[in-house]
């Protein structure tokens, strides 16, 4: 892929983060271009909690799995600094239980009980690179969680596992992205992905 400058007043971002190599990535471009995303770091998730599969109810430890965007900047964290994912989205409201819970981040510290931890030093960089594209206008920064990477290989390799149906719904959204380096686009009120 070719590198391309990226300028701090035109930068958009977009976030992927899989369970099974316990990592956050960050992919940028100039948002008034029609450029892939370029990957600029990749974070270690310092700590995990549940198992694969998406979160469906309240308490029960998982990190959910699939299509989000950032909704909150809290600077007051217990965990440092904290991003909130808009879970539950239409797709977990409709899938999951009566009590799908609330109040999934992506935050400072080592400890998790389902959310994304990261460390207070990586957070810190992490914030401040998404307050810049949220500065630069981007209203809308999509976060993408997946058990692992969903290509045909991997994802045959659990196709007895009681969630691959539901991660087949999401391997569109993930093919769509490797294939060109930018997320589909987010249909919000459902939680899932409409393909161009």
């Given at each position: 892929?070719?590198?391309?400058?990226?300028?701090?007043?035109?930068?958009?971002?977009?976030?992927?983060?899989?369970?099974?190599?316990?990592?956050?990535?960050?992919?940028?471009?100039?948002?008034?271009?029609?450029?892939?995303?370029?990957?600029?770091?990749?974070?270690?998730?310092?700590?995990?909690?549940?198992?694969?599969?998406?979160?469906?109810?309240?308490?029960?430890?998982?990190?959910?799995?699939?299509?989000?965007?950032?909704?909150?900047?809290?600077?007051?964290?217990?965990?440092?600094?904290?991003?909130?994912?808009?879970?539950?989205?239409?797709?977990?409201?409709?899938?999951?239980?009566?009590?799908?819970?609330?109040?999934?981040?992506?935050?400072?510290?080592?400890?998790?009980?389902?959310?994304?931890?990261?460390?207070?030093?990586?957070?810190?960089?992490?914030?401040?690179?998404?307050?810049?594209?949220?500065?630069a206008g981007q209203q809308d920064i999509p976060v993408h969680?997946?058990?692992?990477?969903?290509?045909?290989?991997?994802?045959?390799?659990?196709?007895?596992?009681?969630?691959?149906?539901?991660?087949?719904?999401?391997?569109?959204?993930?093919?769509?992205?490797?294939?060109?380096?930018?997320?589909?686009?987010?249909?919000?009120?459902t939680g899932l992905y409409a393909l161009p």
């Amino acid at each position: 892929m070719q590198c391309r400058r990226l300028d701090p007043v035109r930068l958009e971002v977009f976030i992927r983060a899989f369970k099974i190599g316990r990592r956050v990535e960050v992919w940028g471009r100039n948002h008034d271009s029609d450029g892939a995303f370029q990957l600029l770091r990749s974070y270690p998730i310092a700590a995990c909690s549940g198992a694969l599969g998406p979160k469906r109810q309240e308490g029960d430890g998982q990190v959910p799995e699939g299509f989000y965007l950032i909704n909150r900047f809290n600077p007051n964290s217990l965990y440092h600094l904290s991003l909130g994912l808009d879970y539950p989205n239409a797709a977990d409201r409709a899938l999951g239980l009566a009590k799908p819970g609330g109040d999934i981040f992506i935050h400072g510290s080592n400890v998790t009980i389902g959310c994304l931890p990261i460390t207070d030093a990586l957070i810190e960089e992490l914030y401040v690179l998404l307050v810049e594209a949220r500065s630069a206008g981007q209203q809308d920064i999509p976060v993408h969680i997946f058990p692992f990477e969903l290509s045909d290989g991997q994802l045959a390799k659990y196709r007895q596992h009681r969630h691959y149906a539901f991660w087949q719904s999401l391997q569109p959204g993930y093919t769509y992205f490797e294939q060109h380096h930018r997320p589909a686009s987010a249909a919000s009120t459902t939680g899932l992905y409409a393909l161009p």
